[in-house]
Antibody
């Protein structure tokens, strides 16, 4: 079965770039009609979708973060990544990667996040 | 943006109770674009229901979902000890793929 594992620094200084990687095992990031996603959860708060990307490069992100977010998919390493520029304390959160799987009939797919990583805690502080 | 509003934000219930959680979208979405997740403390969310009413494989049948348009519900027919958690709805009709604010189900 597919498993996801986030990795990255737990502490990032304000104004620097947060870089996270999600490693995929038990399946291929380059196959299927999946979207690979990032979601975060500030301490004690709810879930916030950040961005998604397909292996072919189709991508979308939350408008409020769009100018700071870069996603990439590396099929050779079977992983995908998130970069968030110019971080502030407001970016402190648990960050999850997830697979969005399609349901329905092409091209009218809908998606649901069926596989999640365990999450990685990121603190922005000097 | 489509905003998702859940109610109640928290509830207290006993084992064996029937529990209903409501999720309202700020605009009409097809039921195929509404999903429900369960999150236990310190854990990642876990998919329960997709496309409003389809039960994810391995999820107990006491969980069910329904709804259309702007109003959706998650029902737990008989609450079990392992069901005490926070539940989130999510729309995947259009970006941003917003989640509801969550409903925390606590032990009465």
């Amino acid at each position: 079965q597919v498993q996801l594992q986030e990795s990255g620094p737990g502490l990032v200084k304000p104004s620097e770039t947060l870089s996270l990687t999600c490693s995929v095992s038990g399946g291929s990031v380059g196959s299927g009609n999946y979207y690979w996603s990032w979601i975060r959860q500030p301490p004690g708060k709810g879930l916030e979708w950040i961005a998604y990307m397909s292996h072919s490069g189709s991508t979308n992100s939350r408008l409020s973060l769009k100018s700071r977010v870069t996603m990439s998919v590396d099929t050779s390493k079977n992983q995908f990544s998130l970069k968030l520029d110019s971080v502030t304390a407001a970016d402190t959160a648990m960050y999850y990667c997830a697979r969005a799987a399609p349901t329905g009939n092409y091209p009218y797919y809908s998606y649901y996040m069926d596989v999640w990583g365990k999450g990685t805690k990121v603190t922005v502080s000097s | 943006d489509i905003q998702m509003t859940q109610s109640p934000s928290s509830l207290s219930a006993s084992v064996g109770d029937r529990v209903t959680i409501t999720c309202r979208a700020s605009q009409s979405i097809s039921s195929t674009y509404l999903n429900w997740y369960q999150q236990k403390p310190g854990k990642a969310p876990n998919l329960l229901i997709y496309a409003a009413s389809s039960l994810e494989s391995g999820v107990p049948s006491r969980f069910s979902g329904s709804g259309s348009g702007t109003d959706f519900t998650l029902t737990i027919s008989s609450l079990q000890p392992g069901d005490f958690a926070t539940y989130y709805c999510q729309q995947t009709y259009s970006a941003p793929l917003n989640f509801g604010g969550g409903t925390k189900v606590e032990i009465k």
